[in-house]
Each structure stands twice: as C-alpha cells, then as structure tokens.
C-alpha cells in the first residue's frame, strides 16, 4: 500500500520561512511527477508547485520567486522551501504524487495524496 506523509507546516510570520517535506513508501515503482497543492475553507484545492522525474518544474503565479520545490528520487521525497511567506499562503498543504506500484504481482499506476500538513501566516 502506498502512503505519503507529510511534514513541516505550523505558524510563522509573514516574512518567515518553512520547509514542507513529503515522503512516500509502499512497493513503488516509480513516481512521474510529485507536488504541492493548498485548500483554504470554501475554496477549492490549488496548485502551488510540481516537479517532474527529470526535475521540471511549475508554480503558481502567487508563489513565484518565493516558494522552491524540490525532490529526492532515491528518497522518493519532495520538497518545498516557502520563504517570505504572506497571510494569504495560509492554508492546509496536501502533497500529490503520480506514481506506478506493485501489488500481488501485478503494475498500478495510481494517483496519491496526503493527509495534509496546516501552514498558518500571522503576527
């Protein structure tokens, strides 16, 4: 069974800084693409940074020249460096990863997420 477990988030002051981190396990195979999305109440859940196997990477124009993502392939880990963080990045973070996975013998490709890490900006 595939799993991703996020870390990192908490409440800093805009201006601060945070690193999300996300690590996924089970019988993986391989991971095509992994990212960062946020959700804030009566909204719905948003873009924020993905990044390809070979490391491409796209972000949201609000987060642009702020946030960072990066990845461990060996770890099968992502990444995401936010820095001059702002009240509207706050947010529940939820980690996504587009992956292939073996079960009982048999290839799957699935898409995952998880659980979801509380990021909060306020003085």
């Known amino acids: 069974q595939v799993q991703l477990v996020e870390s990192g988030g908490g409440l800093v002051q805009p201006g601060g800084s945070l690193r999300l981190s996300c690590a996924a396990s089970?019988?993986?195979?391989?991971?095509?693409?992994m990212g960062w999305y946020r959700q804030t109440p009566g909204k719905q859940r948003e873009l924020v940074a993905s990044i390809t196997s070979g490391g491409s990477t796209n972000y949201a124009d609000s987060v642009k020249g702020r946030f960072t993502i990066s990845r461990d392939n060996a770890k099968n880990t992502v990444y995401l460096q936010m820095n001059s963080l702002k009240p509207e990045d706050t947010a529940v973070y939820y980690c996504n990863a587009e992956l292939s996975y073996t079960e009982y013998g048999r290839l799957y490709e699935g898409d995952y997420w998880g659980q979801g890490t509380q990021v909060t900006v306020s003085s």
């Open positions: 089970g019988s993986i195979v391989s991971i095509r693409a």
